[in-house]
């Protein structure tokens, strides 16, 4: 059974930053390219950051500097590290894996608010 568990969302101020956590099982973790989509309400999710399998990342042009993407294969996780945020960066956090199918995880929201 495959799972995805991201974690390390929550509130936190503009101009600050956050970790998230995309925790893997049931998968050949190092075999698949790894993303981070956010969705913002009444908004289509989008991409905001990938990783392939060759750790070959790429950036929405929005994060771009702010934001760094990373995985441990070892520990089957891929990371966000969220710098310098802004109210625009508030959205549920998705991280996904694919290699020919594509597994979601359930999402943790991260609220940028005075």
């Known amino acids: 059974q495959v799972q995805l568990v991201e974690s390390g969302g929550g509130l936190v101020q503009p101009g600050g930053s956050l970790r998230l956590s995309c925790a893997a099982s049931g998968i050949i973790f190092s075999a698949f390219n790894m993303g981070w989509y956010r969705q913002a309400p009444g908004k289509q999710r989008e991409p905001v950051a990938t990783i392939t399998a060759g750790s070959?990342?790429?950036y929405a042009d929005s994060v771009?500097?702010?934001f760094t993407i990373s995985r441990d294969n070892?520990?089957?996780?891929?990371?966000l590290h969220m710098s310098s945020l802004k109210s625009e960066d508030t959205a549920v956090y998705y991280c996904k894996a694919e290699w020919g199918v594509n597994y979601w995880g359930q999402g943790t929201q991260v609220t940028v608010s005075s």
Do not use: E, L, Q
């Open 74 to 79: 070892a520990k089957k996780t891929v990371y």
């Open 64 to 66: 771009k500097g702010r």
């Open 56 to 58: 070959i990342t790429n």
